[in-house]
């Protein structure tokens, strides 16, 4: 099972999203990658920035990370097919 091999951490609850939108904040210093997956109804175009930080909710230093979007609607087909990864 998905949930024996990798941890799945819910981190934002159903919300309208902003441009001043937080998450909850996680320890990951014990890590060395996460993956978060993220839904969106249609047209919805938005901007992420992920912090790190020495403390909880703390925002200090910006960081890098990849993103892949999805090319089709949830339940249409090619759901499953992502579009090129991007880094920023």
């Known amino acids: 099972m998905i949930a024996e091999g990798y941890k799945i951490v819910p981190v934002l609850r159903d ?22 997956v993220f839904t969106f109804g249609a047209g919805v175009d938005t901007t992420f920035t992920f912090h790190s930080a020495a403390t ?4 200090t230093t910006a960081m890098p ?24």
């Open 15 to 36: 919300t309208n999203i902003d441009g001043s939108t937080d998450l909850t904040s996680i320890d990951a210093s014990g890590y060395h990658r996460a993956t978060f």
């Open 65 to 88: 990370f990849y993103y892949a979007r999805g090319s089709a609607a949830i339940g249409t087909a090619n759901q499953d097919v992502l579009e090129a990864w991007g880094h920023v």
């Open 56 to 59: 909880t909710g703390g925002r």
